[in-house]
């Protein structure tokens, strides 16, 4: 009974999968988990698609989903698993992992992460490195008058965010004229809200405030102020206006460089068009993270030929509106399996918002065009994978909209923003994950270039055992004893073993075994041509393996070992309590039940099992005898999965010596 959640705008794409692929499954979205709602049948497993969306535990669907698979076996997959920092990963692998997986670093973490091995080397399309598209404007005086903004009156439940307020502003400059206009005349439109708010002695709240905008642009009509319940002080009334009046004054200012400047997005029109020119046989997808951009752009090239638009409120041609679906078939045809259109309705330049980076196969088209850079540099991924996928162009090209003043101006003002941040995180916490360049492509940090590294070498390994095992289904078939030892012809002395519960173990040139690392490695090694086993050649493996199985015991059973976390430290330590508080004629019936319970706590646990056992913890008090959370506990964990677990006794698969012939 296999369940599929994925975003709902990729339900086709899924569907289609499944009727090629003969496999029903069932399919819930994002947006219903986030409103609460369970799929129709109760899975045996479940694949979780663009799990990036699930990096917040206080999201309602990263509850649902925990909750969901809290017994049964769980597939995430994402192209860009972590997005911003560390902790993005965590969240996600704790949906599996439970609690421990926050006190993992990122060299752990990346373990349960595997990249899936291409086919052949030229699977996918190769990605040219990202050119700019360089601007024949200077909107540098605009720029300054942004920087030059003073922090902004705001609502009563705000906090002091003034530097997030001007880092947007910068990004809307750097999106369009039309971006950075809108978003002035929405704060514009905020400080004439507090401002008559204030007058009539009352202080807005954040909530109040969205109440007074009736929709995009638009705001009510009347009083600000009936909507607002809090009052204000004197001395706060005072701050309040003066700060509304250095913000008016500033946003003039503004308006008075953008009419006195021109407007840039004359120049970004015409480089996207000479674009299109120089590659006049191309598809081409542009995305922009603001809606108002993309409209900019789609009022300039509506008259040209075979251009669209979709944002998450409409589709367009040149003739008007269509439906969604529509467009991406005259988009991207093949990709999408419809009938090729009349070429007087065919669209080679589609401009669109973020809602398109996830999820839909648009490989017809071969060119990327950022015309800004998002918040998230992982988004430039996302829009890459569109376009990047089997069955396209054997390169895709990839363009970024320069912002429109001098490399020396925005290297300032990159580090001037980044100055203000940290102090800001400084003070009142992290309140950004991410400002990304506005000089340059942003490149990955350590923990991405690290993931992606252990991802691939994972994908690898097991790509090669998985061709192993499909050359083997005879021996398969004739239950070989116990472990299977043999030799394989090596440059480098060591071994590689195999238990039943999934782990490889290798050891190479006399190191301590290792199953990260030294593993990857050996598995290369062991490809190689069989050779004769020499006697006694396995007799000290072996004996390092029997001594490393007795050290994981004595860990597991001092609470040392790795596994260990803070749930099952709390439920030990509440098991101690009840042994020490429970009488003694109670204590020789409690232990054999504790002691299981124990020994299932070392077994993997997910993120909703985890809970679960929490709830028990406080909603079951000790009602004499074996206590009643212990006894629930052990029936909760008791048939999760019938898993091996950490603190089972694996046993011996297979041992690969490796050497010299």
């Known amino acids: 009974r296999p369940l599929v959640v994925a975003p709902a ?94 006190s993992f670093d990122v ?25 700019w598209l360089t601007l024949d404007a200077d909107d540098s005086s605009v720029l300054r008058a942004v920087l030059a903004l003073p922090p902004p009156p705001r609502a009563i439940d705000a906090g002091d965010a003034g530097i997030l307020r001007t880092i947007t502003l910068v990004r809307a400059w750097a999106s369009s004229r039309a971006a950075l206009q809108q978003m002035i005349d929405r704060r514009r439109s905020v400080a004439v809200a507090i401002g008559q708010s204030v007058a009539d002695g009352a202080w807005p709240s954040r909530r109040e405030l969205d109440a007074w905008f009736a929709g995009e642009g638009v705001t009510q009509l009347g009083f600000a102020s009936i909507l607002a319940a809090s009052t204000i002080d004197g001395n706060a009334r005072d701050s309040l206006r003066r700060m509304a009046d250095a913000d008016g004054a500033a946003l003039d200012l503004i308006d008075r460089e953008m009419q006195a400047s021109p407007n840039p997005d004359e120049a970004r029109v015409a480089s996207l068009r000479a674009l299109r020119h120089s590659l006049p046989a191309r598809r081409i997808l542009a995305f922009s993270e603001l809606a108002s951009t993309v409209r900019a752009y789609w009022r300039s090239l509506r008259s040209d030929p075979a251009v669209g638009m979709l944002t998450s409120h409409e589709a367009r041609i040149a003739s008007g509106r269509i439906t969604r679906t529509d ?137 090669r055992i998985v061709a192993w095992r499909r050359a083997s289904w005879e021996l398969h078939e004739r239950r070989p004893p116990r472990p299977i030892v043999a030799a394989v012809a090596a440059s480098r002395h060591g071994w590689l073993a195999a238990f039943d519960d999934g782990r490889l173990l290798a050891s190479l040139d006399g190191a301590p075994p290792d199953d990260a690392a030294s593993a990857v490695v050996a598995v290369r090694l062991a490809d190689g041509p069989a050779r004769p086993l020499r006697c006694g050649e396995a007799d000290a493996p072996l004996h390092t393996l029997i001594r490393w199985h007795d050290a994981r015991r004595v860990e597991r059973q001092c609470g040392l070992d790795s596994s260990a976390d803070d749930v099952r430290h709390e439920c030990e330590r509440r098991i101690s309590l009840d042994i020490a508080n429970a009488a003694r004629h109670e204590r020789s019936s409690m232990l054999a039940t504790a002691q299981r319970l124990r020994d299932l706590l070392q077994r993997p646990r997910s993120l909703g099992t985890d809970r679960a056992l929490l709830a028990l913890l406080r909603a079951s008090p000790r009602a004499g005898g074996v206590s009643d959370w212990i006894t629930s506990a052990v029936a909760l964990l008791d048939p999760l999965r019938g898993a091996r677990g950490a603190g089972d006794d694996a046993s011996l698969v297979a041992l690969v010596i490796l050497g010299p012939d």
Not at 57 to 66: G, I, K, S, V
Not at 70 to 90: C, E, G, H
Not at 121 to 126: E, G, I, K, T, W
Not at 423 to 429: K, L, M, N, P, V
């Open 9 to 102: 705008s990729v339900r086709d794409t899924w569907e289609q999968a499944m009727r090629r692929a003969a496999v029903p499954c069932a399919f819930i979205s994002h947006e219903a988990l986030s409103r609460g709602r369970q799929p129709d049948v109760a899975p045996d497993g479940v694949i979780v698609d663009e799990s990036h969306r699930f990096r917040s535990t206080t999201a309602r669907r990263h509850e649902t989903l925990a909750n969901l698979v809290a017994r049964v076996p769980v597939l995430l997959m994402s192209a860009t698993p972590l997005q911003n920092r560390p902790r993005d990963l965590a969240v996600q692998l704790a949906i599996f992992l439970g609690t421990r997986a926050f």
């Open 107 to 131: 060299e752990t973490l990346a373990r349960f992460v595997v990249r899936t091995p291409m086919l052949t080397p030229s699977a996918l399309p190769d990605v040219a490195p990202p050119r």
């Open 327 to 463: 467009l991406l078939d005259r988009f991207a045809p093949v990709a999408r399996g419809a009938l090729s259109p009349h070429q007087r309705e065919t669209v080679t330049l589609l401009l669109t918002t973020d809602l398109l980076s996830e999820g839909v196969n648009l490989q017809d088209a071969s060119v990327v065009v950022h015309l800004d850079l998002p918040w998230n540099p992982a988004r430039l991924a996302q829009r890459i994978g569109r376009v990047r996928r089997l069955g396209g162009a054997s390169e895709v090209l990839s363009f970024l909209v320069r912002p429109p003043a001098s490399t020396e101006l925005l290297l300032g003002v990159e580090a001037r923003l980044r100055t203000k941040l940290a102090d800001a995180e400084r003070a009142i916490g992290r309140i950004l994950p991410v400002l990304p360049s506005l000089t340059q492509a942003p490149g990955a940090d350590d923990a991405p270039r690290l993931l992606a590294t252990s991802a691939d070498a994972l994908g690898e390994m097991y790509s």
